[in-house]
């Protein structure tokens, strides 16, 4: 079997006698769309900040790639290709659109270090930045400050600052979180296009959208796999209703 | 070998008198920091004038002593309250730098202030007649006052503890320290906690500035000179806590009697060695979580 | 920036306004022609000035940490105060060309800002502040015990100061002048690189967003262990031309009354603007030199009071009043 994209064996942390995360095994193959559900409190995020260096599991491991990244700080993780989203947006609401996403592509290619040459004349790095807002459709706000924008369009802000450090694998956590359906679309329109050799996994509460998007699907319990396969399977599972349902019942 | 005991029970019982003035004044520091995120470089100034008012009241009106200390923590008090409410407030989740910098600004006016009205020099303390002289414990004697400060120290740190962990008000303190907009949403009312948490701890300042007035000598710069000390005291124990403080002011009180008598031309040199060693092991104090 | 939105943005025009803000703005000009007429207009102040443009080197330095990288330091007098006394006892011990005496004082500053900051920001919050603290109150310490070496709590005297390219350092303080306004101007062009450079530009982002930056991959200790020991070499020049222009070192050089003074000098220009050190630090050092000539009571009670309301009513400082003036103007018109 080839390596997986993103894997994790065992993971497990707990805080204090919160088990926050239980055991989970997790495969995210090459090019994958996967969507990662559960009732609120199942530890989604949790897992998230996990596998991406934000917190230290207590056991298990994780592998980028085939390489074991359990030890490697956040920073170094991202290098190698592991890259997020936030749910609450985390941007630098006092910049401009621009300056956000040259800040994420000027650390990837190396030029963020550069204390010599001002940042305006680092143009390969604005000139992609700008290329990329230009794609998501929101190169016309590029020079507004991040706090002025509307909340959807910050989002798509989020997703620019994601790819312009050529993630080889992206969480996407809640992308359409927060965002009013008539934006909501957009979003959905640029996950769709997301270039085929990323691995994709969304955290999602919408069903449409999980459905829309995810050619599998995981489903996550109190810290724990409940189940995990296609759409269709999970759809039509038994206890994934029940753990819904029983949601439902309780709300 | 007998000396070396003898210094080492010299050192242990005035280190712990100074420990004990230490808690007072910073466990009120502690709890509102823990509380209210606030940077409070201030807070020695309620020390300061509860030691001014009491003494005042001692020297000048001859009025004795209980009075004069409750004096001065009921002034304190009353001052805290209109500081919380119209300045402190506006500053909650500001930038810690705002915050560094507007109580750095009431200390200095502090320190004028004292100048002003009192005069440059330390204010003599003369304990009550009934608390002077020397006391006898075990084997030895001991001067009564710092006997006093000790006894009072303990006392109060097992009131505070019973106050915080057995009643409503304690428990609405640990709940709003441990997550604040949680203790909104079940009702708290964290603006009147705040206040009443507020006065509460320069109360207290005010009670250990005039009771260590004999330990710390109440001058108009005394909240700029101990402040250093407060501050180890309160992250070295931990923001919000009631024992972390406890156990901070007995490493230091005792730790810095101990260097001054032993290696007296290092200062407080060592002192600040450890502190920095601790924090760097601990980073959120021996009992921290805020 | 105010972009009409109706208009379609291209790469180049955004390219453009990236480069107008690193671009020397005339206005850029104006304290330097300042620094030079006071020469002229205060002949007999220079040695006052000296001081003053000595500081604002102090100020600066410490802008770079606290309104770049959003490091709030309660000891930056260690690396003023090691710069000081090193410059003060190459002087002493023989060596008493200047400029070299400032590289020297730089590196040594440069190193003791590496080691503590190594140290010290890899924590966060008060117990940042409080190690900041600790370390400068050790170094005094330190200073205070040594004083076989550092003259203690009499100060070091005894440094003799060679000319600085020709020049000897009169009574009327003219050499000292231009010595020190040669150094700022120098120390000012590498601040200001950086601050515009991509480096200065990911600063500004650790102080705006840490955990993004994490996300993004940017390696933030290093970053701000960097800015923390160019910002400590550039204190240590500070300290250096203060001790060289006054030919003596107290321990004042190192105490926590420096520290303190500097940073609201700083708040009152306005921090992280690069020129707040500009403005806050003659209007400070004026006024305590008008003030506590008068009553050093008055003094402390005055800047107590101004911090507060600075804090309260300006917290952008004058800068910051400026903006909100401006942005007032505009919505009138």
Redesign the interface.
Known sequence: MSDAALETQALSMSFGALRVANAIDFRLEPGARHALIGPNGAGKTTFVNLVTGALQPSEGRILLGGSDVTGLAQAHRVKRGLVRTFQITALFRGLSVLENVTLAVGERLGTASDMLRPSGARRAVIEEAFALLDRLGIADEALRPVKELAYGRQRLVEIAVALGLKPKVLLLDEPAAGVPSAESSTIIDVIEQLPADIAVLIIEHDMDLVFRLARRITVLVQGAVLVEGPPAEIAADARVRQVYLGEREHA | MAEIVAASVSILFHGLAFAMVLYLVSVGLSVTMGLMGFVNLAHGVFAALGGYIATSMIARLGVPFVPAVAAGVVVAMALSVPLERALYRRLYGADELDQVLLTVGLVFMSVAAGKFFWGPLAQPFHPPAVLSGQIELGWREFPTYRSFLIASGAVLVTVLWLGLERTQFGAQIRAAVDNRRMAQSVGINTSRLFTMTFALGSGLAALGGSLGAEILAIEPAYALEHLIYFLIVVSVGGLGSIKGPFFAALLLGVADTGFKYLLPEFGAFFIYALTLVVLLWRPRGLFGYA | ?T?D?AT??T?QS??D??????RFHPGEAVPWIVAVAAYFVFPDYLALGAQVLATILFGLSLDLI?GYAGI?T?GHAACFGTGAYVAGLLAVHGWGEPITGLFVAALAAAFVGFVSGA?VL??????L???T???S??LY??A??ANHITGGADGLSGMEVWPVLGFRFDLFGKTAYWYCLGALFVCWLVAR??V???????L??IR??E??????????FW?RLVIYTISSALAGVSGALISQTTAFVGLGVLS?DRS?AI??ML?LGG?GRLYGAFIGVPLYMILQDRFAAVDP?????W??????L???FA?GGAFGLADRLLRARRRHR
């Not at chain 3, 890899?122 to 117990?127: H, I, K, P, V």
């Open positions: 920036m972009v939105v379609h943005l790469a955004a390219m306004a990236f480069a107008r803000r690193h606290l709030v309660l140290v890899r924590t966060q919050g008060l117990t502040l409080m190690l603290l600790v370390v109150t050790m310490e330190a205070n015990k690189c950086i515009h450079s991509p480096f200065g530009r990911s500004t982002g705006e967003n955990r993004r930056m994490h996300a993004i991959g940017s390696p933030v970053r926590f303190g940073l609201i708040i921090v009571v008055y003094w402390y009670f800047i107590g009071l101004i911090l507060v600075v804090v309260v917290p």
